[in-house]
């Protein structure tokens, strides 16, 4: 008999309209993984070690409101929520974060628009194009918070719900981007854009929320620990 488990992912900061995306694994009760990080690159990077189990395990992904999300962890439908912002004492669901770790956030651009903007970074970006993510993002908060303390008007030529997108629009020269340090070489290679600078003192973290106070299985406490000791050891 086969154990779902569901594993979300939250793009959110503390307002009301958050997000999730909600990844689901099924595989035998003795070899329970619910991996899981962001961004989407970092999730595939912590799924893939269930993937090479030897018990079969099938992938489902869906989205949802964050209240139902913490609903179900609550009622241990699902496992864990990673998310980019923790828990507060304000949510009427009792849950637990697990610090995963930190990253720094790197500016990425094409070639061609980094010949353009890329010298003298961070003043570089002085009315540079960009594509940020939208307000439902903590990570957009942080990013303000930067241009505010650092004097910066960059032209904002387009924010978006999806990561995907933004780095799709940025492959396309339209704008510079910024993503996690930890994922630099992927985005990359993948999208054949260059790192033009990195944001210091900005660190966007990584937080596991589950209903428990300590992580009890020992494949989801493996999962987790892969995530602070590879992922986000530097």
Request: with cysteine; glycine share 6%.
């Amino acid at each position: 008999m086969a154990v779902y488990l569901l594993l979300t992912v939250l793009f959110s900061d503390n307002k009301s309209t958050r997000y999730t995306a909600t990844f689901q694994l099924s595989c035998t009760p003795d070899s329970v993984i619910t991996p899981s990080a962001l961004p989407r690159t970092i999730v595939c990077k912590i799924i893939e070690p269930a993937l090479h189990l030897p018990q079969e395990i099938s992938l489902i992904s869906r989205e949802g409101p964050l209240d139902a999300m913490l609903a179900d962890l609550a009622i241990h439908k699902v496992d864990m929520v990673l998310s980019d912002t923790p828990i507060t004492s304000a949510t009427s669901i009792k849950a637990y974060n697990h610090l995963l770790g930190e990253s720094e956030l790197s500016c990425f651009a094409t070639f061609r628009l980094a010949k353009t903007f890329g010298k003298g970074f961070p003043q570089s970006m002085n009315g540079a194009p960009v594509l940020l993510p939208t307000a439902e993002y903590a990570v957009r908060h942080l990013l303000d918070t930067w241009f505010q303390d650092n004097n910066l008007h960059p032209s904002i030529r387009g924010q978006f719900d999806d990561s995907a997108l933004i780095k799709s629009f940025g492959q396309a020269g339209l704008g510079e981007f910024f993503m996690s340090s930890a994922i630099e070489g992927e985005v990359c290679k993948n999208f054949n854009v260059k790192v033009i600078g990195r944001l210091k003192g900005i660190k966007q973290k990584y937080y596991a929320i589950s209903a428990e106070r300590k992580v009890k299985h020992p494949a989801v406490a493996e999962i987790c620990d892969i995530a602070r000791t590879a992922l986000f050891s530097d």
